[in-house]
């Protein structure tokens, strides 16, 4: 049963740093592109980050672009997103997603068309 399970949110102060983790159960990662997108309250999704099945192309959002990086790791079935210099308006969930159906990354990644998500983990930048 595919299963993506995100961590590593919290509470941090403007201009501090996370680093988000997400690990994929149930299904092999490798040969699919995957990003990140968050949700803060009353606001639309936002895609942030996504990652080419190769990792040797990225598409971000110009709001993290410069701040973000997203990586992985397909021996772990994981991906990552470092997130430097956090600002207030960070603050979201933020959820890792990609779609099982599609190795398109120009339709996942450019479009921002996922299918599959976790639960999300709470990313609050605040003083």
């Known amino acids: 049963q595919l299963q993506l399970v995100e961590s590593g949110g919290a509470l941090v102060q403007p201009g501090g740093t996370l680093r988000l983790s997400c690990v994929v159960s149930g299904f092999r990662l490798d040969g699919y592109p995957i990003g990140w997108f968050r949700q803060a309250p009353g606001k639309e999704r936002e895609g942030v980050a996504c990652i080419s099945r190769s990792g040797g192309s990225k598409n971000y959002a110009g709001s993290v672009k410069g701040r973000f990086t997203i990586s992985r790791d397909d021996a772990k079935n994981t991906v990552y997103l470092e997130m430097d210099n956090l600002k207030p308006e960070d603050t979201a969930v933020y959820y890792c997603?990609?779609?099982?159906?599609?190795?398109?990354?120009?339709?996942?990644?450019?479009?921002?068309?996922?299918?599959?998500w976790g639960q999300g983990t709470q990313v609050t930048v605040s003083s």
């Open positions: 997603a990609f779609d099982p159906d599609s190795e398109s990354y120009y339709y996942v990644c450019n479009e921002w068309k996922f299918r599959s």
